[in-house]
């Protein structure tokens, strides 16, 4: 048995098909290129005080989840869900729907990223053979419009290099990491997808416990007969140099036009903060909100002159607003209050070091809390990742927590954590003050 399928449990829950989470049906909305129109926001809203507890998540997907909903209301939800537009035909069409599509794409004039996007999603939903993908298995398209999705993995990704053939075909990671498979268009980006996709479920069939991930059959069967199955051949490493994580908060200008940015701690909201978004869309911008997998929302199409207007507004409702505040340093699951496996109050945890995260790494996410080895809130590799177990923490330094050994008999309290990161962030104060004298 690998160490995958001892983390392995539970599904990606959907509209059809919930998963039960200790605060109820966890119901997760694919929407699609993560554009939501405030009229929807708003009828969501109404839905989680009406079916759930109120309750919402922003994943790391760019989705959105609905928490604490209940049995006896999930008919009555679903109807509600298909007036907004947002169900599928069944359950596996919505599961294989992984596909994130840059925040930003389309505001430029460019279509065909978005275009992609959803017949990407459409040849996905149509196919039934490729309804047999892993639930998490995700396909990304980097429209290099601004905020750069080049540090989110990706089974099969699609980054923009510029050009007649403008996205660069990578498989198994961010964008530094993936298998170069060559370039193309927009227009090709469906079919190739679904070869790779095909190919993944190929070669994996064959296998007595296929991978439930790209990075893992490139590792059983290599690169090459992946590429040779999809028509297509693995090229040198393709590097573009560091990249910075993005931070999608305040105003936000690419070409001549202004977007506003604001966060919420862990990606969670209430449906009155739904609600204040929705309204904000309307009044300050075009009616529409795009989901981003930082966990975030922006406003398109604002004025410039009202930017200081628009952050009091949502600082009034309890988003994050300014760049520099320490909750963005942090990340965490829902812990012991939410899950199954969580045996330890992360979030409470996340936000008693945060300030330690963010003298530490001045940008992104510095800290990841995770409940347990699974590590749901955040896949990428974190400067100071943390795994709980009852109450006591694994610490894994530049490395993801899925690097942590399951059985690591080194545990540390949270005052022996505080004290390690306090320690760390004075010793990086000295030798800054000492660089400049």
Same mark, same amino acid.
């Given at each position: 048995m690998t160490r995958e399928t001892i983390l392995r449990k539970g599904w990606c829950p959907g509209a059809r098909r919930p998963m039960q989470a200790k605060d109820g049906l966890l119901v997760r909305l694919r929407m699609s290129?993560?554009?939501?129109?405030?009229a929807t926001m708003r009828g969501l809203a109404q839905a989680g005080r009406a079916h759930g507890n109120g309750l919402f998540d922003l994943s790391a997907r760019g989705n959105l989840q609905m /928490?604490?909903?209940?049995?006896?209301?999930?008919?009555?939800?679903?109807? &509600?869900?298909?007036g907004l537009g947002l169900l599928d035909e069944n359950a596996a069409a919505e599961a294989v729907r992984n596909v994130l599509v840059s925040p930003f794409a389309g505001l430029d004039g460019r279509d065909g990223v978005s275009n992609a996007g959803k017949a990407l999603e459409a040849a996905l939903a149509? =196919?039934?053979?490729?309804?047999?993908?892993?639930?998490?298995?995700?396909?990304?398209?980097?429209?290099?419009s601004g905020l750069s999705l080049g540090l989110v993995p990706s089974d099969v990704r699609f980054d923009w290099t510029g050009g007649k053939q403008s996205f660069a075909i990578g498989i198994g990671g961010h964008a530094n990491e993936a298998i170069f498979l060559g370039l193309c268009g927009a227009d090709d980006i469906p079919n190739i997808a679904s070869r790779l996709a095909r190919a993944f479920l190929q070669l994996g069939s064959q296998m007595a416990e296929p991978p439930r991930r790209m990075r893992g059959l490139i590792e059983s069967c290599g690169a090459g007969a992946i590429a040779g199955l999809a028509g297509l051949r693995p090229g040198p490493p393709r590097k573009s140099g560091a990249i910075e994580e993005p931070c999608p908060v305040g105003l936000l200008r690419f070409n001549e036009r202004y977007c506003f940015g604001v966060g919420a701690a862990f990606g969670r909201l209430d449906a009155n903060m739904l609600d204040a978004a929705a309204w904000a869309a309307e009044i300050f911008g075009t009616g529409e909100i795009r989901l981003t997998p930082w966990r975030a929302l922006i406003v398109p199409f604002v004025h410039a002159e009202k930017a200081d207007a628009i952050r009091a507004y949502f600082a009034a409702h309890r988003f994050i607003v300014d760049?520099?505040?320490?909750?963005?340093a942090i990340a965490a699951c829902g812990g012991a209050s939410a899950c199954e496996r969580g &045996? &330890?109050?992360?979030? +409470?945890?996340?936000?008693?070091?945060?300030?330690?995260? /963010? +003298?530490?790494?001045? &940008?992104?996410?510095?800290?990841?809390? +995770?409940?347990?080895?699974k590590i749901c809130a955040r896949q990428a590799a974190t400067p100071f990742t943390l795994i709980a177990h009852a109450g006591r923490y694994d610490l894994v330094v530049d490395g993801a927590a899925i690097d942590a050994g399951i059985n690591d008999a080194k545990r540390l309290d949270l005052a022996a954590v505080r004290e390690i990161l306090e320690t760390m962030a004075? =010793?990086?104060?000295?030798? +800054?003050?000492?660089? /400049?004298?």
């Open positions: 290129g993560g554009v939501v129109p405030a /928490r604490g909903v209940r049995g006896e209301s999930l008919p009555l939800l679903i109807e &509600t869900l298909d149509a =196919n039934k053979d490729l309804h047999a993908l892993p639930g998490k298995f995700g396909f990304l398209i980097d429209a290099g760049r520099g505040d320490a909750r963005l &045996t &330890t109050d992360t979030r +409470s945890d996340a936000l008693a070091l945060m300030f330690f995260a /963010r +003298s530490l790494c001045m &940008t992104g996410v510095a800290l990841h809390v +995770s409940g347990c080895a004075r =010793n990086a104060r000295r030798r +800054s003050e000492l660089e /400049r004298q």
